[in-house]
């Protein structure tokens, strides 16, 4: 079984500052990682995967994670944040070795939602 | 392109009726998954179909079932529904091997 953690419920920050937003996974087997973003009334929309290889990774609106085994972690971040952020982020994981039957089954945190400050 | 439609994006029942949720892929996608996302929460796994076969399902109960046609487009059904059946659920496609998944909208399902 899987799960994802998500250490921040909610996360207020100032424009043009940084932000990280944590995500810890527990899993049995290999997983691949995501973070998606979810505006209001909207569906979830991908920002960033990591699949294999270098362990940052970077993804669109000028976001980045990095993957770490040993801390089984999966943090997201973003060096100058816009008002335009402003939204609800969610981790999640799926067994890297789908045998093409769970390519559609992800486990998503709990969700944080971070607003942007003017 | 379009994406993925779901249909109708509202919906409010009273308990104890039934409900059915509709879902187009994306063009040239063949799988399709079932989310259910109630306030506050991350998305939960319902259902995967591929090629009108179910490939995977969530932890709910029998009340909730699906069935993908031969243009992979979507149906959700909920029978018998619960106050706790509340909330957005959405529908995601992709390729066969894909590791991205691609949502729609949602419907908002609202059991009075």
């Known amino acids: 079984a899987q799960s994802v953690t998500q250490l921040d419920s909610q996360v207020p920050v100032f424009e043009e500052a940084p932000v990280e937003l944590r995500c810890n996974y527990s899993?049995?087997?290999?997983?691949?990682l995501f973070w998606y973003v979810q505006y209001p009334n909207q569906g979830l929309q991908l920002l960033l995967k990591?699949?294999?290889?270098?362990?940052l990774v970077k993804g669109i609106n000028g976001f980045e994670a990095e993957f770490n085994k040993s801390q089984t972690s999966f943090h997201l971040r973003k060096p100058s944040v816009h008002i335009s952020d402003t939204a609800e982020y969610f981790c999640?994981?799926?067994?890297?070795?789908?045998?093409?039957?769970?390519?559609?089954?992800?486990?998503f945190g709990q969700g944080t939602i971070l607003t942007v400050h003017p | 392109d379009a994406g993925v439609t779901q249909s109708p994006t509202h919906l409010i029942k009273t308990r104890g009726q039934q409900v059915t949720l509709r879902c187009s892929p994306i063009?040239?996608?063949?799988?399709v998954s079932w989310y259910q996302q109630v306030l506050g929460q991350g998305p939960q796994f319902i259902f995967q179909?591929?090629?009108?076969?179910?490939?995977g399902r969530g932890n709910f109960p029998d009340r909730f079932s699906a069935r993908q046609f031969p243009n992979y487009s979507s149906e959700l059904n909920v029978n018998a529904l619960l106050l706790g059946d509340s909330a957005l659920y959405l529908c995601?496609?992709?390729?066969?091997?894909?590791?991205?998944?691609?949502f729609g909208s949602g419907t908002q399902l609202s059991v009075l």
């Open positions: 063009s040239g996608h063949k799988s």
């Open positions: 990591y699949l294999s290889g270098s362990t």
């Open positions: 999640a994981v799926r067994h890297s070795n789908a045998g093409g039957t769970s390519y559609g089954k992800l486990t």
């Open positions: 179909y591929y090629e009108k076969e179910e490939r």
């Open positions: 899993s049995s087997v290999s997983v691949y």
């Open positions: 995601a496609s992709s390729l066969l091997n894909g590791e991205k998944l691609f």
